[in-house]
């Protein structure tokens, strides 16, 4: 059974290295190919024959990266098919175990081969330097940790997939309710609201227990590589060369300092504009005018057209790129039951095409996330000619810039969708939107940096310092009567369970994207002439390049931050 929107997809380019046909499922038709590299290496004579040996195992690596990544996407668009289950969990227990340990040895093989120095520098500056990071932090007895801790994270998808609850006759997913949130009745959005987060903490314990022991998991992955806590070991493994937790700390009081007057004067605003003496939880969606939420479409497939005309207006080759992923199938956008949460974009790394997942139900937000993630594949598409596999991605902090640029960018178009007047009010949402999530970055992130640096606290404890960082990036908001809900609030960030310490990309990534946003205020083709030149590049340069290749600086501090809220406010008054 097919369980994917796509079928089979050829290479991009003819398999040299793997065959042609093999079960990428069968480690026993996997370990010949790791055979033949581990011998071929060391009889590398010339430089040009060890380039092609990488080359060679960037095809294999991309084969298998390929098969990981359907086996992922069938399960995430049914999390409720024992199939798709089965298939996804035998990948990550029989294929990864094996596998970890032999992309091991051949990086060990690389940096010590004498003529790894000679590789043409700076073509292979950051890709050795990668592989000397994996070299010095593999640790054989974290392989299994690592096994267990990708099936508790499934099982954290699996969990928040199934939660549904009966409203008004019908059963809805919460993802469906949340557009009930932007209804102009204050009373329906009460209901709603509590609906959800009833059912939430009904799996409360579930959620807890979950995380604790991905805590345990995490702390001897970082113990067994010699680190003190798993925040640091985090920072080595996820390659974080251009920036501390130190920085972290000061983006956290940054946002603090200039972003957080921001958003109370935004909440002021809402509070008098709806008449009320106090915010709650279920005021912040609706529209602060108490118009009827906006609809940008009915089906998927009409945001998948308009969607299409905003990208052919903004440039060719993106309206092309995106077309493709069409007439591919590589979009499974609508919401359903058993479809896990959440959107994200995933590179099929052989056939060197993108596929984008999401859960629209018609909502300003879908229109969001479908830009969002275009962005994403438009990155994917620009590397595509790109042999070896490790720098047709790069690091999150600058794919989120291509991402969150594609936002603003497709926002001048935003027509599409709307109305004149509804585009403007389409776009103040999305602008306060950034302004507003900026707080909430520092709040997961922040979070992450206390739960990975205070061993052995208590789930009373973590409610604490999760209140805390709420007291600090929430602004103004009352939830006197939700206070249970509001301490378990960080179960519904899947970047906690699944991907520790993946979210300040988001606000770094932010920053660099209100930049490509402000130059293109000024110069529209060249701002998306270099937001397409830096996609290009991949992950082949350092991140402070990335970002200068895109018109931006690599800084997120409050010098860089306090010129971009005074470009939000303005933009704002303007709509």
């Known amino acids: ?16 290295f793997v065959p042609a046909t093999i079960d990428l499922g069968d480690w026993s038709q996997i370990a010949p190919l790791f055979d033949r590299l581990e011998v071929v290496a060391p009889s590398c004579a010339t430089v040009g024959e060890l380039e ?33 289950e089965k298939s996804f969990l035998q990948f990550v227990e029989r294929i990864e175990p094996e596998l970890k340990p032999r992309q091991f040895k051949l990086e060990k093989l690389l940096m010590a081969h004498p003529l790894r120095a000679k590789l043409p520098s700076p073509r292979y500056d950051v890709f050795l330097r990668d592989v000397q990071n994996h070299v010095e932090l593999f640790r054989e007895e974290n392989v299994a940790l690592e096994t267990e801790e990708a099936k508790l994270t499934q099982q954290y998808q699996k969990l928040s997939g199934s939660l549904t609850v009966q409203f008004r006759g019908e059963e809805k997913t919460l993802v469906q309710m949340g557009k009930f949130l932007e209804e102009p009745d204050r009373a329906l959005r009460q209901e709603v609201w509590e609906l959800v987060a009833k059912r939430r903490l009904q799996e409360r314990d579930k959620f807890e227990e979950q995380f604790d022991e991905l805590l345990k998991l995490r702390e001897r992955i970082a113990a067994n590589a010699g680190f003190k806590n798993y925040r640091d070991y985090a920072f080595r493994r996820m390659g974080r060369f251009d920036y501390t937790a130190k920085h ?49 479409f009915e089906k998927v497939e009409d945001m998948v057209a308009r969607s299409q005309k905003i990208f052919d207006k903004l440039d060719a080759e993106l309206g092309d790129g995106f077309q493709r992923m069409q007439d591919l199938k590589l979009l499974d956008l609508a919401n359903r039951k058993g479809k896990a949460p959440g959107g994200y974009q995933s590179t099929l790394n052989e056939s060197r095409v993108p596929f984008i997942f999401m859960n629209a139900v018609g909502q300003q937000r879908d229109v969001e996330t479908i830009l969002h993630e275009a962005g994403h594949a438009f990155h994917a598409l620009a590397t595509r000619e790109e042999d070896l596999v490790a720098y047709r991605s790069a690091p999150i902090e600058f794919c989120e810039v291509a991402s969150m640029s594609m936002e603003l960018l497709g926002n001048e178009f935003i027509e599409e969708f709307y109305s004149a007047g509804d585009a403007n009010r389409a776009r103040r949402t999305h ?22 640096t205070n061993p052995g606290h208590s789930r009373a404890d973590r409610a604490v310092a999760w209140n805390k960082l709420m007291d600090r990036f929430a602004g103004d908001v009352d939830w006197s009567g939700y206070e249970e809900a509001r301490a378990h609030l960080w179960h519904r960030q899947l970047h906690i369970f699944i991907h520790p310490f993946y979210y300040i990309e988001y606000g770094i990534a932010q920053l660099g994207a209100l930049q490509v946003w402000a130059n293109s205020k000024r110069d529209k083709a060249g701002a998306l002439r270099d937001y397409k030149t830096a996609l290009a590049l991949g992950g082949s340069r350092p991140l402070p390049e990335l970002f200068a290749a895109a018109g931006c600086k690599f ?9 971009l809220m005074e470009l939000a406010r303005t933009e704002l008054k303007k709509l």
């Open 52 to 84: 092609r040996w990488l080359v060679d195992w960037s095809e294999l690596s991309a084969a298998l990266d390929e098969e990981s990544s359907r086996r992922y996407i069938a399960m995430t668009c049914h999390t409720d098919n024992a199939d798709a």
């Open 431 to 452: 602008l306060e939107g950034i302004v507003g999530i900026l707080g909430w970055i520092a709040t997961v992130d922040a979070f992450q940096h206390w739960i990975y």
């Open 248 to 296: 972290c700390l000061d983006f956290h009081e940054a946002v603090e300092r200039e972003v957080m007057p921001a958003v109370r004067e935004q909440q002021a605003q809402r509070r008098k504009q709806l008449g009320l003496d106090a915010l709650k939880p279920w005021d912040m969606s609706v529209d602060p005018l108490n118009r009827p939420a906006l609809k940008p």
């Open 555 to 563: 800084q997120f501090d409050a010098a860089t931050i306090r010129p």
């Open 1 to 16: 059974m097919n369980l994917l929107p796509f079928g089979s997809m050829p290479a991009h380019k003819t398999r040299r």
